[in-house]
């Protein structure tokens, strides 16, 4: 039986400390497959160049000359890696566990692009990892009752906070970024990663581009990866950056009214937070308020000091 080619696509900015880790995992987490490592380095000031070329040597690394975002870094990466059966998007931050990448494989099918797996973070507890879709209704809820709380009841929290979500295969409306298999036919069918996006809200923007094209994204609990996650809960500038593209990506979608709407409500639950000590919020509100904000390119200026 032909194993699945697939290329195993990490974008890095200032990520040396992870690399070694990440290389120890894949071939026991690549099994099965005919594999391909490639790196996209986003202008990494550190050694993490130094790194590669160390634990791995015969990876393909692409240097993009400067810092693209992860969705420029991630389409570098993937031409790079030419034809493949399937790409598997990975932060530098993630180890796969013992057959995950065969294991997504297989559950990609003729209405299935995307393929994600169950992940646990650096202690071993589960993630939520799952979405809903964006809406009103959900964004609403957030702001007065909490993700957490929301996201245990059906329909209503955009984040799937109901551990028995986890235990089954489904479909979803998206899904975290950090580990996605995507197929070829949904690479080709879909596009590249929107790169207006500089970091956060992408892979929102390209799951649900592939269901408008009829291409499902599938949560696999059966494959595990581990994710260290990054910062964006404790920096000012990415978490206002994610609440800002969260914004984005609804107004992309919807009329102006419901745009306002959803503003609205992302307004009002930064600002309670705000309200409680939290520098995040603030500066999310803050740029929220600030129309100037909403135009500037999300570069690298914003993100100097910080990584995901």
Request: with cysteine; aromatic share 8%.
């Amino acid at each position: 039986m032909t194993k699945p080619r697939i290329a195993i696509c990490v974008v890095t900015f200032n990520s040396a400390a992870l690399i070694e880790d990440l290389v120890l995992s894949i071939p026991s987490g690549a099994e099965g497959t005919d594999w391909t490592l490639v790196f996209a380095d986003n202008a990494s000031a550190d050694e993490t160049l130094a790194e590669i070329a160390l634990h791995a040597p015969n990876a393909v690394v692409v240097q993009t000359g400067a810092n693209l975002g992860y969705s420029g870094g991630l389409n570098a990466a993937v031409r790079a890696a030419g034809v493949q059966d399937a790409y598997l998007i990975l932060n530098a931050d993630v180890r796969l566990m013992q057959g995950c990448l065969v294991t997504l494989f297989a559950g990609l099918g003729d209405d299935v692009g995307i393929t994600v797996p169950r992940l646990v973070d650096g202690q071993g507890a589960p993630i939520w990892s799952i979405r809903r879709e964006p809406s009103i209704t959900r964004a609403w809820a957030d702001a007065l009752v909490g993700a957490e709380r929301a996201g245990r009841i059906a329909g209503l929290g955009e984040v799937v906070t109901d551990a028995s979500a986890y235990d089954t295969a489904r479909v979803v409306d998206w899904a975290e970024g950090s580990t996605q298999l995507i197929s070829a036919e949904c690479w080709h069918r879909c596009g590249e990663w929107d790169e207006s996006y500089f970091l956060y809200s992408e892979e929102t923007e390209y799951d649900l581009r592939a269901r408008d094209r009829g291409l499902l994204t599938r949560f696999i609990p059966a494959a595990t990866a581990q994710h260290l996650k990054g910062e964006s809960a404790a920096s000012p500038q990415l978490w206002s950056l994610l609440v800002l593209n969260r914004a984005r990506l609804y107004a992309r979608r919807h009329g102006p009214l419901a745009s306002l709407l959803f503003w609205l409500a992302l307004v009002v639950r930064e600002s309670s937070r705000a309200l409680l000590g939290k520098a995040t919020s603030a500066a999310a509100v803050r740029d929220l308020l600030r129309p100037r904000r909403w135009r500037e390119p999300r570069g690298p200026k914003w993100l100097e000091g910080v990584r995901r």
